[in-house]
């Protein structure tokens, strides 16, 4: 094969910024970096493969998007502590069976009724620690969380030839006139090793043979892939076999290409056809790892990339590297749109990215009654539902699902924060109408009403859930809720345990339909001079049930905030340990000084802040305001927006000079 007709391979164009990233939230599976992408569509969207790191070993997460550039994690599928003996430890899914020409979509291949998943795992704890093994898994769930691995690996290091016996990694599985070609790394031995790449074949899926010829894509000596010819991602397309692998020389990986007939004869291009970048630049180490996906007419070849961490990095690997997940582009992308949205802006501001254009206006709570009667008389139109009002005001669309515990029917108290129960009995008297399922599935047919504009980036969606704090309130009452932390603890645990419970069935039954942008945990448990209960209790009565709720939503990489009035700043480290993120509305009347806050807590997530007091006041108690939250404004992770509804004491005319600044300073932001 001389004319290897490389254009319509190439991908010239680098995004120049991550499409995914670790979480840097300690306790997550992908704490510290993401590697090895695979891009293909299902069930109307774009979905990637990845592999997370967090110290400890690798764990397989899914992330979804409808335009390849933005991605929403989805969460874990193929976890720690999931599997048998010998893949306990790790689970690194590279591949999923699939669509193998390039110009067709690139969807899921079920085999006898299934789709299937390959996946390697490294015997112990920490970076690639022990020769790897390669196993397979399969899943009937079209949401693709859920996995059933085979309890043996399909392939082991032991049994092959010298060359590959210091382990097997990174593999792709092809089908092909009725024969599996599962295409591997391997690797010599256990230090200074070299990486070659091989084939197995199979009928079954159980039984594999190597090929004779191995390593089908040996390494090159003395070129730029002298040391390792690894991670083969194979396509058909244009009549023939591609594979893009990436070669190492001990310095750099770099992206490059082969070419077969057969499968099993390739020809190398000799030169990298994706090279690191500058100094500085996010692939400056390494750009490594493809898997190539063709959309209307653009390639998108998809790489892990590498360099030296840098301040701001939303996390940090092993040897102070940046790793991530970018992409390259056979043209030029026009991004600025899909970058604007209002849900781009607050996903960005949230991970501290830098937005497009400018940081999200919202208001997360909408204005009192009293203050829309006052504005229809000072000329609003009339009876706006919320959507159309804040796009009256060019604010960006926040919604939200709510999801509380007490369902049509449940007895209320018969005065504001009175008591709906006094005891075990009547908290059992009342259960038929807590914590239902038709509670959920309101909330599903909800999200499923607003997913077009979600997946469309058109508003952002905020999850409300109630606290272990609030709800207990609910029902006891609010000066009964205090006596009942000492003299009902019983009644205590079992009614946040009950809401624990129910909690994790909204997660899991919701975040598949629609995955939030945030979940809020209604609390209230602050006051002007501070917290309304001590760490003990928090600790005691509280942090159990976040710690065991939080787990769930975090495998969709969605932030957690806790929304509490009051002075909330004492509490803060009590909400690190329970696994929340950040907290709303950030009274200032009640003391809250969020710049303060910035300076203890770089990345604590923050929403509010804005003094409401200050908007009747006029225009230069307005600019004044946003001169002082401007420095955390540019620092990431924080959400402006005033720190409570906006009173009626201020007309619409102060409230439109305020939204002219709020648009004014979020875009000075963002520069």
């Excluded at 390669?134 to 996995?147: I, R, Y």
């Excluded at 692939?283 to 996906?293: G, L």
């Excluded at 609390?523 to 942090?543: C, I, Q, R, V, W």
């Amino acid at each position: 094969m001389t004319d290897l007709n490389l254009e319509q391979y190439l991908t010239p164009h680098k995004l120049g910024r991550p499409v995914l990233t670790g979480s840097g939230v300690d306790g997550t599976f992908d704490d510290l970096a993401v590697d090895c992408p695979f891009v293909f569509e299902h069930a109307g969207a774009f979905y990637m493969l990845f592999v997370g790191f967090d110290g400890k070993g690798y764990q397989t997460g899914l992330a979804r998007s409808t335009d390849l550039v933005e991605w929403e994690k989805r969460g874990v599928i193929l976890g720690r502590g999931e599997g048998n003996d010998w893949d306990n430890q790790n689970a690194a899914g590279t591949w999923l069976l699939c669509e193998n020409d390039l110009d067709k979509p690139r969807t899921l291949r079920k085999w006898q009724g299934k789709y299937w998943l390959v996946y390697h795992s490294y015997p112990g704890e920490g970076y690639e620690v022990g020769p790897g093994r390669v196993g397979l898994a399969w899943t009937e769930d079209e949401s693709l969380m859920s996995w059933h691995r085979l309890p043996e690996p399909i392939l082991l290091p032991e049994e092959g030839a010298p060359w590959e016996q210091g382990g097997l990694y990174k593999e792709c599985l092809i089908l092909h006139d009725d024969v599996f070609y599962l295409f591997y790394n391997a690797k010599n031995r256990a230090d200074r090793w070299i990486e070659q790449i091989g084939v197995a074949t199979s009928r079954d899926l159980v039984s594999w043979a190597r090929h004779a010829d191995n390593p089908v894509l040996p390494v090159t000596e003395s070129a730029w892939d002298a040391g390792f010819s690894s991670d083969p991602g194979v396509v058909h397309y244009d009549g023939r076999w591609a594979m893009y692998y990436f070669g190492y020389d001990f310095r750099h990986a770099q992206e490059g290409i082969a070419f077969s007939d057969d499968l099993i004869h390739w020809v190398k291009h000799p030169e990298p056809i994706i090279t690191v970048g500058n100094e500085g630049e996010l692939d400056s180490i390494h750009a490594h790892k493809p898997s190539v996906i063709k959309h209307d007419g653009v390639l998108y070849h998809f790489y892990c990339a590498c360099r030296s961490a840098m301040p701001g990095d939303p996390t940090v690997n092993l040897g102070q590297e940046f790793r991530c997940l970018t992409v390259a582009t056979s043209e030029p992308l026009r991004t600025e749109t899909a970058l604007s949205t209002p849900r781009q802006r607050f996903l960005d501001v949230l991970n501290f990215r830098q937005p497009a254009d400018r940081l999200p206006m919202v208001e997360w709570a909408a204005w009192w009654d009293q203050t829309i009667v006052r504005w229809e008389q000072e000329g609003l139109p009339a009876r706006m539902d919320l959507e159309t009002s804040l796009g009256y005001f060019g604010l960006d669309p926040m919604l939200m699902i709510g999801a509380g515990p007490r369902d049509t029917g449940c007895p209320g108290p018969q005065e504001h924060g009175g008591a709906i129960i006094n005891d075990m009995a009547e908290y059992e008297a009342i259960s038929p109408y807590l914590y239902t399922d038709a509670i959920i599935d309101r909330a599903i047919e909800f999200a499923e009403n607003l997913k077009a504009q979600h997946d469309r980036g058109e508003i952002i969606i905020r999850l409300w859930l109630d606290g272990f704090f609030w709800f207990p309130r609910v029902l006891l009452g609010i000066e009964p809720h205090f006596y009942a932390f000492y003299d009902k603890p019983e009644l205590m645990h079992r009614i946040n345990s009950d809401l624990a419970d129910f909690n994790i069935r909204v997660i899991e039954a919701l975040f598949p339909v629609l995955t939030p942008d945030m979940v809020g945990f209604a609390e209230d448990m602050s006051y002007n001079h501070g917290p309304m209960l001590s760490k003990k209790l928090f600790a005691t009565f509280l942090m159990p049930y976040y710690q065991r709720v939080i787990p769930h939503i975090k495998r969709y990489g969605v932030p957690v905030l806790i929304d509490s009035d009051g002075d909330i700043t004492k509490m803060i480290p009590w909400m690190y340990e329970a696994g929340i993120e950040g907290v709303y509305p950030l009274e200032r009347q009640a003391g809250v000084d969020i710049v303060k806050i910035r300076e203890l807590y770089p990345d604590f997530l923050m929403m509010g802040g804005y003094d409401k007091m200050v908007m009747s006041q006029g225009e230069a108690a307005m600019r004044a305001e946003f001169e002082r939250l401007l420095p955390v404004m540019r620092s990431g992770g924080y959400i402006p927006s005033v720190d409570h509804q906006t009173p009626p004491g201020v007309s619409l005319e102060n409230y439109r000079i305020y939204v002219s600044l709020f648009e004014e300073y979020c875009r000075r932001a963002a520069q």
